[in-house]
Structure formats: structure tokens, C-alpha cells
């Protein structure tokens, strides 16, 4: 994998995780976190998405779980 698929993967990711963020802008968790969602988070995020992914997983889960 060159530099570039590593990059265009962590950018469609971000994008994934913004439009997520945008449909559940209304719950209050997600406001809450809202806070610390900014530019140079989503430049982190594009840079290491594969612990982003596995973060993102988990958490899913243990909220799905939860209920």
C-alpha cells in the first residue's frame, strides 16, 4: 500500500465519521462530544485510521451492548 491509499483511506474514514456525527448531532452525547471534533482531530484522524477504526468499533459495540 503506497502513501497515497493510506491517506485516501484515512480521508474517506474522516468523511464516514463526519457524516455519522452530522445525522446523530442531536443526541446529547454527541453534542457533548462535538466540542473536540475539529480540524486538527480530523488531520489525526486521516493520519491513523486504523486505531480510529478499532476505537470507533468498540465503541459501537459496547453502546449496542449497553441497550
Known sequence: MNMFNYLL?????TFLCDIIIHIARNNPI???KLKDWGLWE???????WPLGILVFTLSFIKEYLKK
Open 9 to 13: 483511506i484515512g480521508v474517506i474514514f
Open 30 to 32: 454527541i453534542q457533548e
Open 42 to 48: 480530523r488531520i489525526v484522524c486521516i493520519l491513523v
